[in-house]
T-cell receptor, first 111, second 113 residues
Framework: QKEVEQNSGPLSVPEGAIASLNCTYS??????FFWYRQYSGKSPELIMSIYSNGDKEDGRFTAQLNKASQYVSLLIRDSQPSDSATYLC???????????FGTGTRLKVLA | DGGITQSPKYLFRKEGQNVTLSCEQNLNHDAMYWYRQDPGQGLRLIYYSQIVNDFQKGDIAEGYSVSREKKESFPLTVTSAQKNPTAFYLCASTETGRNTEAFFGQGTRLTVV
């Protein structure tokens, strides 16, 4: 089992819709969870971080964490064509500085 | 401005050559990382270092070597033992402690010719 799993997509949504991206992780000791956006040929940039169960909202983005079920999700409201990118889920395991990334989900927002 | 600088942006390697990718940060971060990314794939951890003069293997360390002689610098050498080195290489750094985000350099694209 991979440590961090994501559906590779592509996930296609129409402009203005809600995009829902999911990520599961295997290490129950994981404490920090991050969503990065990566445009083709560029380095990842941080979108959201979440550390406790529940929802965290920042503008059009909402991160959701459920440690019991070991999943973290990212919702993008009012999706725009500029949101088209690969979204990477990253997990930091407790007691280490090891950041593990998922394979990423490619999102396409159709104008 | 604080940040992470990777160089070169593009690098070409002949078969059997060793090449070194540079990564320098002025964020005063203790931890640094090297990742490899293949087309359409996520980031795979090669090596990481929590403090100077100490580093640990990640998931795909074979064929790579690193050093951490200074806090600011974490160079990666791709040796001739790495049979398929063509990829996009990303360096990152974080503060120590919990709940810290990773900051990335702009990446080095390595191609074997």
């Amino acid at each position: 089992q991979k440590e961090v799993e994501q559906n590779s997509g592509p996930l296609s949504v129409p402009e203005g819709a809600i995009a829902s991206l999911n990520c599961t992780y295997s290490d129950r000791g994981s404490q920090s969870f991050f969503w990065y956006r990566q445009y083709s040929g560029k380095s990842p940039e941080l979108i959201m971080s979440i550390y406790s169960n529940g929802d965290k909202e920042d503008g059009r983005f909402t991160a959701q964490l459920n440690k019991a079920s070991q999943y973290v999700s990212l919702l993008i409201r009012d999706s725009q064509p500029s949101d088209s990118a690969t979204y990477l889920c990253a997990v930091n395991t407790a007691g280490t500085y090891k950041y593990i990334f998922g394979t990423g989900t490619r999102l396409k927002v159709l104008a | 401005d604080g940040g992470i600088t990777q160089s070169p942006k593009y690098l070409f390697r002949k078969e059997g050559q060793n090449v070194t990718l540079s990564c320098e940060q002025n964020l005063n971060h203790d931890a640094m990382y090297w990742y490899r990314q293949d087309p359409g794939q996520g980031l795979r951890l090669i090596y990481y270092s929590q403090i100077v003069n100490d580093f640990q293997k990640g998931d795909i360390a074979e064929g790579y070597s690193v050093s951490r002689e200074k806090k600011e610098s974490f160079p990666l050498t791709v040796t001739s033992a790495q049979k398929n080195p063509t990829a996009f290489y990303l360096c990152a750094s974080t503060e120590t402690g919990r709940n810290t985000e990773a900051f990335f350099g702009q990446g080095t694209r390595l191609t074997v010719v």
